[in-house]
């Protein structure tokens, strides 16, 4: 390890903090009681102390915390700016954080921890302390945590600098910090009741479709092993295997191969719908209650930063993202995330944004002009493929459209488009064809964007957020083919991404002034939520929605459609009258 210089006294130290330039904090604390333990700190000259806070010593940081002209520097410091809060004091001018920094370097990584980003980056051996480390060990170990992070700082700058990435680590990754910092704080009041009942009603469903299930199989089976369930379709039912994938242990029995077995034998779908039941029960329906703070009665997502290498927001405990849009219980999960008495909660999603960017980044003249004149965009595509007018347009027709719309985006093919619209692989490569005729130049932006990616081995957004692609020169037919998509989607999600977190980062600085009681306590996909009492209803709407659609000009006009209601699930279109 490298030595550092330790500061003894106390006072001393304090003085000298408040004379800093920049200085690194890296704060230990309790997982069980979410409290502040300890917090190192590095100076300049690789000088360290360790604080063990009171509330003394924290009244005395909190001055030189919130100085704007001191830097304060640190790794993965989201939890870090939530702690300081809860005591009181407001961080500003957080000016790095190395594991983002790390992380938009190379976005596909698995972990940004300070142990690997030692090895990796300054070729130092940091390993973890040992379980029954005593606390003098600890205790260096927190002061050499800030001593590694000044010197990654120093290391990943120029990383930074070198690949065109400082501009969206200032201006749009670090100011979210404090941004996810508040939504999680916040949290989303939950009626535990509501998905109890719903609890109730899915199991009886499970145990029925579990008793349908044995009757076609002709006997009992563990419903939840994919080995039973093998031997009971390939083997006693005797189920073709042609064109199913193939696992470690067999042929696959995943959603996607079950899907294919639909049309040979009836048990497949109910074996779906069974899964995706019991799946929704166990992570959201039975979940989600024993996720309620019990100080707040609350729930309080995590929401990741560093996770996607798209540059979108994952959240954990719970996964917001993959709560199901469609069917009963989906909406029945959202109906459970309600407003407290006197509020509302306001939704703002951006109105089809990925083709929005496709359409500018592309400078489709076809694509433009729809959004331009505020077309139907999926009414559109299909009038334009099918040859009819737009009366002509049938629900069962726009619904193909749409998965074309948006399979184009994702680099699908006449194979995945055909299972996902349930049409003939030749209607799927026909269409696909005459899609690429009428939006031609979507069809270039697309062969480009492949062709870039095999010429520099990345592709980016808008504003700079790179993917390397390595796997794009895979001799594995597969892998390219993946690497390719990703090539295709990436930009376009990416670019998205980048403008939802610019709004966020504008609304969470202007929304006090126009309503300090109302509050970001969601952000998922496109769609952000607010708590909002009832009375500002109105200028909040217009405020977000203002923001939302000006923060960034393209070809085509940004839409934020305005729903709103007393719980996620049971939203309604909101008119903003004094517009």
Known sequence: MSSCKIIQDKNDFLKKLAKERAFVFNIDSSLSTEKITGISFCLSDAETFYLSPDKKSLTKLKPIFENRKIEKWGHDLKQSIKLLSQNGIDIQSITFDTAIAAYLLNPG????????????????????????????????????????????????????????????FKEIELPLLPVLAEIENNGVKINS????????????ILDELAKKIYKMAGEEFNLDSPIQLRKILFEKLGLKTQGLGRGKTGVS?????????????????????????????????????????KKTGRIH??????????????????????????????KVIREAFIAPAGTKILAADYAHIELRIIA???????????????????????????????????????????????????????????????????????????????YEGVSNFLRETKEKAYDLGYVETIFGRKRYLPEIFSPIPMVK????????????????????????????????KVSPRSKIILQVHDELVFETPEKDLEKVAKFVKDAMEKIIKLKVPIIAEMKVGDSWGELKKFVIHNS
Do not use: C
Request: net charge negative; proline share 4%; aromatic share 6%.
């Open 109 to 168: 990584a698995r972990n940004y921890n300070l142990e690997t980003l030692a090895s990796t980056k300054l070729q130092k051996e940091f390993p973890l302390p040992e379980k029954n480390a005593s606390p003098d060990d600890l205790l260096e170990y927190s002061r050499q945590s800030a001593l590694i992070i000044w010197q990654l700082k120093e290391a990943l700058l120029p990383e930074l600098e070198e690949a065109n990435l400082l501009k969206l």
């Open 193 to 204: 009741t509501i998905l109890e009942n719903a609890s109730k009603k899915v199991t009886i």
């Open 253 to 293: 029995t995943s959603a996607g191969d079950l899907q294919k077995l639909k049309k040979a034998h009836p048990i497949a779908g109910e074996m779906l719908q069974y899964r995706e039941l019991a799946k929704l029960n166990s992570t959201y329906l039975e979940a989600l209650p024993k996720l309620i703070d």
């Open 301 to 330: 997502a995590d929401f990741n930063q560093t996770v996607t290498s798209t540059g979108r927001l994952s959240s954990s405990d719970p996964n917001l993202q993959n709560i199901p849009t469609k069917g009963e219980f989906g």
């Open 360 to 438: 500018s980044l592309a400078d489709d003249e076809e694509m433009i002009r729809a959004f331009k004149n505020g077309e139907d965009i999926h009414s559109q595509t299909a009038s334009k493929i099918w040859g009819i007018d737009l009366k002509d347009v049938t629900p069962e027709i726009r619904r193909a459209a749409k998965t074309i719309n948006f399979g184009v985006t994702y680099g699908m093919g006449a194979k995945g488009l055909a299972e996902s619209a349930e049409i003939s692989i030749n209607e799927a490569r026909e269409f696909i064809q005459k899609y690429f005729e009428v």
């Open 481 to 512: 083919a993946e690497a390719e998509r990703m090539a295709i989607n990436m930009p376009i999600q990416g670019t998205a991404a980048d403008i939802i977190k610019m709004a966020m980062i504008k609304i969470h600085r202007d929304l006090p």
